[in-house]
């Protein structure tokens, strides 16, 4: 079956979608405006407690959740959390499913995405410990403009997926990409490219605006607690021309267009989401968010371990299927290019590597005046405060507005203790050639323990808005001498910094010297002698400075984001499990980020996830792991008067503490 011609409602949209198919989710002149920054505080927030977690996950194609964002998501599904995932297009692709030896046979797009999906049903009944062909319920679903999407559920011992399948085509008659375009050109519509045996029996068209209404009504249907995304910013890439299509990718950027435009969208209907419940009168959603890095996966050292990896590959070898299978779908048992042990020895290493767009420690810590503690953390797009009312008891979350943020917060605290919070704010985020830029802002404290002033811009160190998207999340430090260092990730993979001086006033942009490329996942600390050090892990080793110098330490290969507590490094050489610090093994075997913490009384505590995903802390020679209660999105890490406490931002919104 041939993709159906999408309508042109403008002489120019062809022209207008090559362009965009070439620039990610970047585009010319604006049409309309979306719903922007909204930085005003106080407004209420959707209590979470009286609802059950649920994660929701966005998709380009049928198995970009298995290879992007597992192991995060099994680690919830395996806590109990129900999963909806939603798949934006239909995967047909060129229609052809084979894998070599096989015959050949006429591109059938129908029943390739139909094979693509039924490989997602036989992953997902073996995650939640079925048998792979367990049968689901498969029925239709009506979205806002009676467009029909196919909603396949599956539930097993309290434990239940929702597969939602909206079936966009990937691809325009033109050849162009059809969601990259789509995001670009307000004018153009596309048909759904209906799968074989689907209870879906009519297409339906979409447009920019009703593609982003549609995945807004879902986000408000299903009110999730946790969203995984795409990521709608990949990093600029370099190379040439054939390798890029060999590898798939948009030209300039490290990963495929679909997952760029899906990104943008799903951010987008985010967005929307909760400029709507502000609209209407009704609490902010309480949400966590949480982007995945793509085809980036293939560009830097790969950071899952032996186990953990196993894991995540045991779930695309029932996607991939077989077709000696008898699955009982007339259409094909699963994506063949994908089964057997092709996830293992594909040459792109996309399953190798769990990435986070925004890699965050947790929530951002501070001791009140009276000895409690306070969390800050993003909630629905907006910063929130959390204060505790009794030893590991909190509030309700307080709104301190500046959204719609990215999920990362970085934080330092003054020398008479009050708190500073840094983002990136999605400053504007718009399709069809709206604007798409990326600022860094500040919320200052205005007494300790107290309100806060006004949040204020601080810019970005990257003057386009196309290269001002790719920096990282914002971390910070307050030196012995009163300044503030901030540092983030830049467009060119190295990193830039403002200075905040003593009188508040804030210093230029500048880059830290050196020509290395690094990841996100800055870690910064001080020395006793007062020194700041920032450590990123590169693509041959960890970068390092001084005070703003960098040094020519040989440093070791990081596979994943480092730590750094008193001067000192910590970080996990590639697909290991160990984490090494100064003094060799530190005994905190794992994956994932670590966050590493230094007090007179205490020493160097260290605080990351075992290879089951569960929090462990590792202090004094001995490890502990937190065995019980709700499952962690992140965590942080406080020394004090009361010892080592962990406050984890729980799947529920809420969050919880912990002291080993």
């Known amino acids: 079956m041939q993709p159906t011609p999408p309508r042109r409602r403008a002489v120019l949209a062809a022209a207008l979608a090559a362009t965009t198919a070439a620039a990610g989710c970047s585009v010319p002149e604006p049409r309309r405006t979306a719903p922007t920054a909204d930085p005003a505080p106080g407004k209420p927030i959707a209590s979470v407690r009286a609802r059950r977690a649920l994660l929701m996950q966005f998709s380009a194609h049928p198995d970009d959740d298995l290879y992007f964002m597992n192991p995060d998501t099994q680690r919830l599904l395996d806590t109990g959390v129900p999963l909806v995932s939603v798949y934006v297009t239909a995967g047909e692709h060129t229609g052809r499913n084979r894998i070599a030896g096989m015959p050949e046979a006429p591109p059938d797009r129908a029943a390739y995405s139909a094979a693509r999906h039924q490989g997602l049903r036989q992953s997902y009944a073996v995650a939640l410990g079925l048998p792979m062909f367990t049968p689901w319920r498969r029925e239709t679903l009506t979205l806002p403009g009676g467009r029909p999407a196919e909603v396949d559920t599956l539930t097993h011992g309290g434990r239940r997926v929702e597969l939602v399948f909206l079936n966009l085509p990937m691809h325009t008659s033109r050849r162009y990409m059809a ?308 540092f983030v990730r830049n467009a060119d993979k190295g990193v830039s910094t403002r200075v905040r001086a003593t009188d508040g006033s804030w210093g230029p942009w500048q880059t830290l010297p050196g020509t290395a490329e690094v990841q996100d996942g800055l870690a910064v600390s001080v020395d006793a002698a007062g020194r700041v050090h920032v450590y990123a892990a590169g693509r041959e080793s960890v970068r390092h400075w001084v005070d703003g110098e960098e040094r020519a330490d040989r440093l070791p290969r990081s596979g994943s984001t480092v730590a750094s507590a008193g001067g000192a490094l910590y970080h996990r050489p590639p697909a290991a499990a160990r984490l090494l610090g100064p003094g060799g093994d530190t005994g905190l075997d794992g994956y994932g980020g670590v966050v590493a913490a230094r007090s007179a009384a205490l020493g160097t505590v260290l605080l990351g996830t075992d290879a089951r995903g569960r929090v462990t802390v590792r202090a004094g020679g001995r490890s502990r792991t937190r065995t019980k209660g709700p499952a962690a999105v992140s965590a942080a890490l406080h020394l004090g008067a009361r010892g080592t406490t962990v406050v984890g931002l729980g799947v529920d919104g809420h969050p919880w503490s912990w002291r080993p």
């Open 179 to 486: 969601m990259p375009a789509l995001w670009g050109d307000r004018a153009l519509e596309v048909r759904t490219q209906l799968p074989a045996g689907s209870p879906v029996t009519r297409a339906a068209t979409y447009d920019y605006d009703q593609l982003v209404a549609a995945l807004a009504w879902l986000l408000a249907r299903h009110r999730p607690t946790v969203v995984h995304t795409l990521d709608p910013d990949p990093d600029l890439q370099g190379g040439d021309d054939a390798t890029r299509r060999r590898n798939s990718e948009q030209p300039g950027y490290s990963d495929h267009g679909d997952h760029t435009a899906v990104a943008c969208f799903t951010w987008a209907g985010l967005a929307r989401w909760v400029s709507d419940a502000v609209r209407d009168g009704e609490p902010i959603p309480a949400f966590t968010t949480t982007a995945f890095r793509g085809y980036y996966n293939r560009h830097w050292p790969k950071n899952l371990p032996p186990a953990v990896l196993r894991e995540k590959a045991a779930r695309l070898v029932p996607y991939g299927g077989d077709p000696d299978w008898q699955c009982g779908n007339p259409s094909g048992c699963g994506d063949y290019g994908v089964g057997g042990d092709r996830p293992l020895t594909n040459r792109k290493g996309w399953v190798r590597s769990t990435h986070h767009r925004w890699p965050a420690a947790g929530p951002a810590l501070a001791e009140e005046p009276d000895g409690r503690l306070t969390a800050y953390g993003v909630l629905g797009l907006r910063a929130v405060r959390w204060r505790e009312t009794a030893p590991e008891t909190w509030s309700e979350p307080t709104d301190l507005g500046g959204g719609p943020l990215a999920p990362s917060l970085g934080s330092a605290v003054l020398p008479d203790g009050r708190v500073l919070l840094f983002g990136v704010r999605f400053a504007a985020l718009d399709g069809h050639g709206g604007a798409n830029r990326r600022e860094v802002v500040l919320l200052e404290q205005r007494s300790p323990g107290g309100p806060f002033l006004a949040w204020r811009g601080l810019g970005n160190p990257e003057r386009l808005d196309d290269r001002g998207r790719r920096i990282g999340a914002p971390v910070a430090v307050t030196a012995p001498d009163g300044r503030v260092r901030l």
